[in-house]
């Protein structure tokens, strides 16, 4: 059966087929340009003073900007300091979360480091007259656009991993009640509409409510991009090399290629990006996966090569890459976003991580819609909420200090004398926090021998529960209190910023005084993608990929983690950044 989303609503919702990819391209293309960011140190340096000419500078700094756009879709706004102002200027604002609740950010590491989450959207907006030539369906121009380009980008805390996921446009999910900061009119929820939508409920800061709503992982920044900018900036860069497995050719994109490999720039780049009826079965997912392969393509070659080398181009790709973004306040000048991309710099190709999430057909419109697969889709977005990398190679975590040696056998620490603050963090953007979560679990601490066991009213909003604490001397003290509750150790984690034993209460245990325990959590993750009472459901590699290749193996690394759960379940079809044997296949009624 295939999943082509809303055929008859099509030109509502997306504007024509065509629009939907573009606004991919768009994402995707960005993502490209931004590509080229970062690994030129000398950048690093104010403009001021001596060292290299300014005009060299500058180009240093627009291409390794750029390299980091191809992952973030924020590179190229980064063009240098000589236009600075102007480039600042070019760039959209928006609030970063429009719902009512949003969730607490991740919790620094041992090192006091933090995750970092970006939501990358796409935009089909035909706000302007070279949108409209590029998405065509000017009769859409007054339409409030639909993001249907949905990729959050998971840099980890120590910059060492990039876990990247994406949500299919057609996903139906829960759109939580959202107020638009421009005129003030309110959306109620809805968990009827597909999430490209959310962006029409305010702009897309009610999409990153939705995601947070849907993941459990807190959103730091978002970056949206239009199709103006993409194919200035594939052409800027070179063009990506692509392939597919057969002659395609799909009218309602315009993409027309021959079976093999192919360096694709400029329109059709975009086309590319565009393509869903050409790719697998003709649903939103080929599309999917083939716009991993691209940004995989992009981010390989901006890294090994000096594709951005002209300075007229790298200011036009400035100029395109700055107008076509919009993003959260809080990353809105070019200094903020060549910084953040300076910062992801560091993370290896090869430790990058695309992954789609794993999905099956929507009961409610099976010929249209998916949902979240139940199991891996969980599995998935909690690896990403605990910084856990996708491709199964963290390196084993040293014990603590205190955790092994003669501490190791240390004396049980006396309950009465260890401080804990406890906070009620149940609520969600749809739900109200439980009332007297956290009074009600101090209250059982206390009748535990925790007698120093306080409760503190102030809001706060997360997924999983977890209890931190400041210093490696005390946690012996937080894994005694993590057992008088039933918590799992891997919920215990160092945090500089803690004060003392903090326990927050997640979305994850509303009742109860002991945590609740997963059901099944071996099983969880490891459903066969192809298994799923006989329907269809998420899905397989670009090209159809062998899962027993090597590059999607467990067992490569020696450091790999001893839990070999802690990957990507197949069913999110995970794609390494270094791998270039990825090959679309072709919906057999597009080749020729």
């Known amino acids: 059966m295939r999943l082509n989303g809303l055929r008859g609503d099509e030109k509502a919702e997306n504007g024509g087929e065509e629009k ?22 000398g950048t690093d340096r104010p403009s001021g003073g001596g060292g290299r000419p300014p005009r060299r500078r500058a180009v240093r700094i627009i291409r390794w900007t750029a390299l980091c756009l191809a992952l973030l879709v924020l590179g190229a706004s980064a063009a240098g300091y000589l236009y600075y102002r102007h480039l600042n200027g070019n760039i959209r604002k928006g609030k970063l979360n429009l719902g009512d609740k949003q969730l607490d950010r991740s919790v620094p590491n041992a090192a006091g480091q933090r995750p970092l989450n970006i939501l990358l959207l796409g935009s089909d907006s ?34 060492s991993n990039m876990s990247v996921v994406s949500v299919p446009r057609d996903t139906r999910v829960t759109i939580p009640k959202c107020t638009d900061p421009a005129d003030g009119k309110v959306y109620k929820e809805t968990s009827s509409q597909i999430i490209n939508t959310s962006l029409q409920n305010g702009g897309p800061g009610c999409t ?25 900036m594939a052409d800027a860069v070179g063009g990506v090399p692509v392939c597919v497995k057969s002659n395609i050719r799909d009218d309602k994109s315009g993409l027309r290629l021959e079976k093999g490999t192919h360096t694709i720039k400029g329109e059709q780049a975009l086309q590319w990006l565009r393509t869903r009826h050409g790719f697998e079965d003709g649903s939103d997912i080929g599309r999917t996966h083939a716009q991993h392969l691209y940004m ?7 890294k090994s090569g000096s594709r951005l080398s002209d300075p007229g181009q790298l200011t036009d790709l400035a100029e395109s890459a700055t107008k076509a973004l919009t993003v959260d306040k809080d990353l809105g000048s070019v200094k903020k976003l060549y910084d953040l991309g300076n910062d992801i710099k560091r993370v290896p190709s090869s ?60 004396a049980t620490p006396a309950k009465d004398k260890i401080a804990v603050t406890v906070f009620n963090g149940t609520g969600t953007a749809v739900l109200p926090p439980a009332t007297g979560r956290g009074s009600d679990i101090a209250s059982y601490l206390v009748k535990q021998g925790f007698t120093k066991t306080t409760s503190d009213s102030t809001p706060r909003a997360q997924a999983d529960t977890t209890i931190t604490y400041p210093k490696q001397t005390q946690r012996a003290d937080a894994l005694a209190v993590a057992k008088a509750l039933g918590l799992p150790e891997d919920a215990v984690r160092l945090s500089p910023s803690a004060e003392q034993v903090t326990l927050v209460i997640g979305g994850d245990w509303r009742e109860g005084d002991t945590y609740p325990k997963p059901a099944d959590a071996k099983g969880n993750g490891k459903g066969d993608a192809k298994k799923a009472d006989g329907k269809k459901s998420g899905g397989s590699k670009p090209g159809g990929g062998d899962d027993e290749d090597p590059k999607h193996k467990q067992g490569a690394n020696s450091d790999n983690t001893d839990n070999a759960d802690n990957k990507a379940p197949e069913s999110a079809d995970p794609l390494n950044g270094d791998d270039k044997s990825a090959c679309m296949e072709v919906n057999p009624i597009n080749r020729f």
């Open 20 to 41: 939907s990819g573009k606004e991919e391209a768009s994402g995707k293309d960005a993502a490209s340009a931004a590509g080229n960011g970062g690994a030129d140190k």
């Open 296 to 302: 995989n393509s992009m981010v390989r070659q901006l």
């Open 351 to 410: 430790r990058i991580t695309m992954t789609t999430m794993p999905w099956v057909q929507d009961p409610q419109d099976p010929d249209a819609h998916v949902i979240p697969k139940k199991g891996d889709a969980d599995k998935l977005f909690s690896l990403v909420r605990n910084d856990i990398a996708l491709d199964g190679k963290d390196k084993k975590k040293p014990e603590p200090a205190d955790a092994k040696g003669p501490a190791k056998h240390a």
């Open 126 to 159: 035909r706000n302007s007259k070279e949108n409209q030539d590029l998405g065509g369906a000017r009769e859409d121009a007054d339409r409030p656009a639909l993001a249907d380009v949905q990729m959050l980008v998971h840099v980890s805390a120590d910059r």
């Open 208 to 232: 990153v409510a939705t995601w947070e709503e849907l993941t459990g992982i807190p959103i730091d920044h978002f970056m949206m991009i239009d199709f103006a900018g993409v194919v200035s």
